[in-house]
Each structure stands twice: as structure tokens, then as C-alpha cells.
């Protein structure tokens, strides 16, 4: 019989995603409907949301028309007329407070081999203030529609009639070119624009709207970041369900936890309490005025990017701090704690060596070496504060390695 | 009194490259006429040139319409009825034959500091066979004609509508996403292509020609290089003619010599036969199937890239071979030969050093050390072949500096 192990690797390895189409979250999610609101990490009662996911998530009901005013959202979360369910358990994952709701557009990235799909909003944009960090005003607001009204559209429109954009060429361009994929974006967003541009304005004619839609995407560095995430949602998924593996399959925060799943338990959540975020942060901005919100883009460090691409990235030194041989240690480390080197995803400071690909708690258990995540940093009150450099903790990986050995109680 | 030297750096770091238009070669180079061609590196006589700069110069009088045949252009040439010029004789460079005739249209990157211009003519694309590289056919005549007709007006007028493209910025993102701005310019192509988009299609409308264009320039990775050679000739220009300067000011192959010239001996060049190029050749390719046939793109070390900055640039280990480590010691040896740090243009594995600038001739002589230059290489019979690292030879660096010292007998 062949190692769980390998099994739930080799899928991931073999996962080809492709980028299809954006459409409205309740037509593209499964089990997603009008009164469900996604958010990031293991799920809390709603009574638990205290920071910015409390607050986007207000802000999300407002946006659909759910209620008139956050005291009536709050008061319909509470009684569970308004559903906060987790984004992974709807094909879906979100980036800090990772707030999805019915009428948002979310990109469908397609796993050519197995068909399986992977979704995430639409990039928000470069404002400090985003539903993303945590903020809803009206300026945040016009921002949404304009994405759910003229982006969504003018991009849905594009990708059926380009046939979709494959992402492994680009994320494999993209490391070639300094980044990381997930703090840094901005080779790949000049690479998928370099991709999209002609088909965007083939299928939509050059207008106000097309030109403002091309703006957007080639002007925003990390606009492919939640195309990555997307893509590596559809990756990570592709081993869920592996029966004995312990391949992390998800890494996720909300306010309160960091938490993971595995190949071999299922929907099951293993958490800890968050860790610090050594963050490089925005001038003007201290330490104590920065909160957690959630987060997982984590699901790029899942599938061998992110922190685990450190030595890709060393641009990020101006971004998120740190040094090159710190980038470099990271990348080295993550070897002992992965199953496998990507074969095309490649870093070329160490002589294009694969990227370490596919975490195994069992490794982590067993190492005590945690995984390296590359994370924004967010504004207690709301907002983009810098980013830096999350030590995963240990505990979750224990327990997940621990549930595979004894029975399962999930 | 300040240090000649100083003097010359100065001016090169203040210079601050536009790229204003494109424009035909014998409207935009000073002293360019209907009946002039240029090359690459010091001149040699007509009779001297027979490998691949022989062809390209021929191929320039049947494009121009000098000579029907390239008998009858060879008749003409040998009686100086058409002449053969140094590109740097003319505010230009070119790349490998640097052929540059009456109506090929040249970028025309402007000094907004002082006016002063640089000069180059379009990247002829990607194909193995073109007048680059020392072939004249059909096919090559096609594209030539494609880039006067169509390519040129469309570029120029979206040039000026956008009121030309500031070069130091895209140099200073590229070299933060791998790119040394000599043998790779993935990145700065990249960049520059998210600029002009917009402008060629709002001045141009969307055509067939607009579209073509847009494909041409993203799709060819080494496009910025000729925009970023008009560029160093710009700023190199900008030491030409400081007295007692011995910083470097061009530095140029023939298929003969490499040869160079210095801040304080004015147009003289220094020669030395030709030195060894360390090559990864395309598959199937042999070194003994390669040739030298010129190059003036070594105008980018001159700036402080190409070589200088190979440890901006790690992705080219598959392009053009070395290692990570190898490319590291390659610009830190720079160093010591160099007078200057550039403030922007700086390289993220080294903590963002600024590249090594202002390359002096008579640290050069004194310490032996030479610029490491990143070239392309060239097929006997024509063609590129690969790219590789080109060791200067220190005899020129001697002469120049023992020039300056004792009297100038130019």
C-alpha cells in the first residue's frame, strides 16, 4: 500500500488549477446562500467576534441587504437568521477577515485533472481601508460594488473567452521574478495582466469601464494574490479526504485562533491560540495599535509558496523586513517539515531548487520546526497596517499528528 | 579643485533618463545621413569586417535601397560611397552588429536633467535570425519593415500623448524582480508594458496594428533592453568631456576588438583583441559553431548593470548559466573597480546595495580586476546562440588611464 503521505502529495502535485471565471459567491459555492456569511479561520459563535471580522462581517450584511443597520445585522447574527460559516468549508478561502457574501464575485480557479475548484473574493484593492482589514464606509462600500458590478463582468467575460488562464506557468514565472506569492504578488500580477489585457478588451471593447478594469489590476501589485489563494485552495483540496495522511491541507486564523486541518481528519479544526506577527509596519504605526482579523492566504504557504518561498523573495526586505539569509534560512528549513520539492515551482537562488511542498504535521510534531508564514498585518481599528513573519505554533500540528495515531473523535 | 572622477559620477547619478519617442535614425542622430550606416564598437575599414557585421552593414544597403545587390553594396561601401560609422559616433548603441541605418526608426531617451540624448534602435524580436545577429533574408526584412511601418508611429505617438516614459524608475523595480537590465529584462519589459498600454491604445484606438504592437512588446522579454541601452548612452554621454576623468564611458565589441572609451580622452578609443566569451549555448549549439560579430549592449554595465548587477538577476542561471553564489562574488568584486553606489538602482539580495557605478579605468589597471559583462553570443553564420559572461580584457583600462597621464595623442 502506498504511504498516505505520498498519496495526498502526489495529488497536490498533479493538481493543474486554472483560472475560469468570476461569478457571484452563492452561484459558484457549494452550500453557500443568500442569508450565509463566509469569514476566515475555525468557526467562533458569532457572539466571539469582537475586532474586525466582527465588523466585516456587520459590514457584509449591510452590503447585501440583509439589514438596515448594524444593530439589526447583529442582532439577526445573533439569532442565527444571518449564518457565519467558514470559508474552507465552502470551497472557499478569504484573506484576513475573509468576509464572503452572496452577491460577491469570487474567482473559480479549476483543477484541470480532477475538476475540483478552489474560490476566493476579488483583490480589494491597495486602500488602508478594505472589508478585508476590517472596515466598512461607503467608500469601502463603492469600492465592492464597483468590483461585484464593472470588474467582475468585464473579467468573467474575458476568462470564458480566453478558455482560462493556467496558473502553475505563472506562479512558476512569478518566483523567478521575486515574489513569494503571498506578501509579494507583483511579478505575477504584471504576468497575468501581460496575459489578460487582450482578451479583456477582445471581448469587451475598449471603454471607460475596460480601461478602469485594466487600471485596477496592473496598478494593484497583489491583485493576483487572491488568484494564488484560489489557486492554492483548489491545490490543497485536492488531498483532503486521504484517509491516514497528515499533509496540512489548511492553515487559517481568525480573531482568536490558529488553527489547521489535515489530509486524513477531515473538516476537523486543530487550534491554538494566535502567535505574534513580527511585522514591519507602515510609518506612523506601532505594534499596539495592530490586531488580528483572521487570514487565510496562509493556504499559500499550504502549497509551498509564501514563507515556505522566502529565498524567492528578498524584494519583501523592504516590505515586511527581515534579511536575505533570514530568507533564505526560512526556505532551508521548510525542507524538513515538507514531503516534497515542487518540480516546476522553483527558487532560483538555490539553483532553481523545487520549493518545499506539502506540510506534514507529522514532521512538525516530530521537528518541533513550524511552518514560516508571510502575513499582513492589520489595524486594531481597521485597516492595512504592514506585514511581516508568522512562527506558526507547534500545538495544532501535535494534535493533528496525535488524531491520526489514535481514534478519531471528529 | 573636485576629483575629475567625482565629477564625471556625478553627473552620470543626476542624469535622469526619459524615454521621449521613436523616431527614424536619420532624423534623430546628430550628423546621420541617408547615406550612412552604423555598427557596433571603434571602427575598423570597410575591408576588415567578414562575419556577421559584414552581412547585417550589406543587409542595411539593400533595406535602405542603396544597392540592389549585395555586390553593388559592397562596391559602394568599399569606394565610401556609402559609409560605415560607429554607432557611438552618433549619440547611438547597438546591439551585437548594432546596424543602424538612415530609416530604421531609434529610441530616443532624452536626459531631462540636461537635455543631453541616447539613442537605439527597436529590439528586433525574438527569432533567431535578424540583422542583430548578422542575417539579412526575407524574413528579416519583413520584420524590419513591420517595425518602421507599424511599430514606430504606433509607439511614437502614444510617446509623446503620455509625455514620454521616466526610465530610472522601471530600472529600480526591475532590478527588485530579477532582472540585471542586460541578458534578462523579463521584468523591466514587464513594467514598462504596464505604462504604455494604456496610452498606445488611447492614442492609437484598438486595431488589428495596436493589438499586434501590445503582443510584440509583451511577449518579448528582452524589448526593454534597447530602451534601457539608449538610456545608458544617455547617461554615460553625460561624463563625455570631463577633463582627467578616467571613469568609463562606453565600452563596445567589434569583430575584431573590444575597445573603450573614457570621460577624459574624448572619442579615442582603447582596443585589445577580443576575449573569451564563457557561453551557454542553446541545445545543439557548439562553441566552435559561435562567432563574434560586435555588440554594444555592453553600454548597461557601463551604468552599473547588466554584469555589474548580477546579483539582482539569479533567474538567468538558465538563461546564460553560473550560479547564485558565482553571480554574488561577480558583483561584489564590482566594487572595487566602481566609484560610486547607485541610490536607487539597488540589488535586494545584497541588503539593497545600490548597483556598482561609474566604472574607472584606473581602478581597473590598478587592481586587474575588469567588468564582468552578460552578452548574448552569436552563430558563425548568423543568429543568436545563447548568452553568457564576457571577462573585459585589462589592456584598453591601461592604456586609458596612462593616456590621461601622460599626453594625449588623440
Redesign the interface.
Known sequence: MSDPNDVAVRAMLAATPVLRDVVPAVDALPGMTPRTILTSGAPLPWSAYSGGQRRAILGAALFEGLAGTPAEADDLLSRGEILVQPCHDHGCVGSVTGVTSASMPVLVVEDAVTGRRGHCVVYEGSARERLTYGVWNESVHRRLLWIRDVLAPVLSTALRSAGGVPLRPVVR?AL???DDLHSRN??AT??F??QM??PI??TN??SDST?DV??FI??NDLFFLHVGMAAGKCIADTASGTTGSTIVTAMALNEKEFAIRTAGTGDRWFRAPLPTLDAKLFDGIRPEDTAFMGGESLITETVGLGGLAAAAA??L??YSGG??EGMVRTTEAMYAITRAEHPEWRI?????RGVPFGIDAQLVARTGVTPRIHMGAALRDGGHAGAGLLIAPVEPFQAAASALEGPDPA
Open positions: 514565472r523567478g521574478m521575486g507583483t511579478a504584471a504576468v495582466f501581460q489585457y487582450g478588451i477582445e471593447g475598449w480601461s485594466l487600471a496592473s496598478q528578498f524584494s526586505q523592504d534579511t536575505a532560483p537562488y538555490l539553483g532553481f
